[in-house]
């Protein structure tokens, strides 16, 4: 099985709450292979008040949180019983376990908050193969060759008529071959 992202239900106002309480959970029980990350989907809005700049986080998703986590009996127990947890998006109730966000729908959540579903540091390097799977090179292979860390990007060689050429992409817009 491999670790996927769920939306999580909570009460409104209580999502920094469940999110600390969840990860406290994980590690007490000794299930960080299972739940790996507890986001609350936010972005930074400037606002600009009688000529003073004021920076503004907007919960994007209010009384929401991601769990990227393998979907086991322990695990979807830990997380529907988490104080301030009302349920799972995508599960029809009566034990049935929740469908998965798409890797396009998380990706563009996490790309509005400068984050990537992929761990550039330990699972991208330099030489790697990818599949671009966004974009306008959307369906052509290439091999990374340059990763900038700072603003999730990739310096991707694809073979364009015959020659090798470089094109920059979101690191959501890639797969590893």
């Not at 995508?90 to 376990?97: H, T």
Request: charged share 30%; net charge negative; no cysteine.
């Amino acid at each position: 099985m491999e670790k996927e992202w769920y939306v999580v239900n909570t009460y409104s106002g209580h999502e920094a709450k469940v999110k600390e309480k969840l990860e406290a959970k994980a590690e007490s029980m000794g299930m960080q292979d299972y739940i790996y990350r507890v986001i609350i989907p936010e972005t930074t809005e400037v606002e600009v008040k009688d000529g003073v700049k004021h920076e503004k986080v907007k919960k994007m998703f209010p009384g929401y949180v991601l769990v990227e986590m393998v979907m086991s009996d322990e695990a979807w127990y830990i997380v529907r019983n988490t104080p301030g947890v009302t349920g799972f998006i995508g599960s029809s109730g009566k034990g049935a376990k929740p469908t998965p966000l798409l890797p396009q729908e998380i990706d563009k959540i996490l790309a509005n908050m400068g984050m990537s579903r992929v761990n550039i540091e330990s699972e991208m390097s330099v030489g790697d193969k990818v599949n671009i799977v966004d974009g306008p090179f959307k369906g052509m292979m290439g091999k990374v060759d340059n990763i900038d860390l700072e603003n999730n990007r990739l310096n991707v060689l694809i073979d364009l008529f015959g020659q090798e050429t470089p094109v920059e992409v979101e690191v959501y817009q890639v797969s590893k071959a």
